[in-house]
């Protein structure tokens, strides 16, 4: 299809390479029931504030990795919530295997959208021409399969682990009494509140929710409905 299609990524090559020396990971994958265009696009918050998956219309039976296939959309839009998919699925646990597999699925995705986008018109043609190319320079023209998008939330996320611990070190105190208690005792260290920045930081980044923050306090209330969505339990089978 790609082939014959009178329109062409920049270096849209790479994918069809990339494809050809990885296609033996898909023998033994396993199937099961798919949604087949699981993105932001077709997730609606309601008004009971629960995630509701909208245009079945592509459902088939595959590889419940492939599932993943339409991330690019959540990547474009919030890398967060793309991230939080992929850990919330593998528990935080995402091995190499899975993103191996999923560059394949987006490449041969990605392949077929110029042709799929032409009867659209040219805007839906050059949206598909733009985000061939974010995918080829997220993967280094497919020969890393950790898109950077996935590692810039990764040390994001360290980053912010460090600023928390830093900053709510110093919220804790030694009372002034401290050098007058008898000798043997340790003075009972009181603290101050770091729910609030505690709670800021998990808005920040789904993928390590400190323990002990639920995030539904009066002071996350702000959090975005993508983020919450990211640290909902995941939907894909």
Not at 85 to 114: K, R
Not at 125 to 149: E, F
Not at 195 to 200: A, D, G, L, P, S
Request: net charge positive; glycine share 6%.
């Amino acid at each position: 299809m790609y082939l014959e299609c009178p329109v062409k990524y920049e270096n849209g090559q790479a994918f069809i390479d990339y494809i050809n020396s990885h296609r033996h990971l898909l023998r033994g994958r396993p199937r099961t029931y798919q949604h087949g265009d699981y993105h932001i696009g077709n997730m609606m918050i309601g008004n009971d504030r629960k995630l509701y998956i909208i245009d079945f219309n592509r459902n088939d039976f595959g590889d419940p990795w492939e599932e993943f296939n339409r991330i690019v959309w959540c990547a474009e839009t919030a890398p967060l919530f793309a991230a939080g998919m992929v850990n919330g699925y593998f528990d935080n646990n995402v091995p190499l295997a899975f993103w191996e597999l999923l560059a394949l699925y987006i490449s041969s995705n990605t392949l077929s959208s110029v042709p799929w986008a032409i009867p659209f018109g040219d805007s839906t043609v050059q949206s598909m021409l733009h985000q061939g190319k974010a995918i080829l320079r997220w993967y280094d023209n497919m020969t890393h399969p950790v898109p950077t998008w996935y590692k810039g939330v990764a040390n994001q996320s360290h980053k912010a682990s460090a600023d928390l611990f830093t900053e709510s070190t110093s919220h804790w105190r030694i009372p002034k009494t401290a050098g007058r208690l008898p000798y043997g005792r340790r003075p009972a260290v009181q603290r101050k509140s770091v729910r609030t920045k505690v709670c800021v930081y998990r808005k920040l980044s789904p993928l390590l929710p400190p323990a002990g923050c639920s995030g539904r306090g009066q002071d996350s209330t702000s959090s975005a409905p993508l983020l919450e969505l990211a640290l909902a339990a995941p939907v894909v089978v």
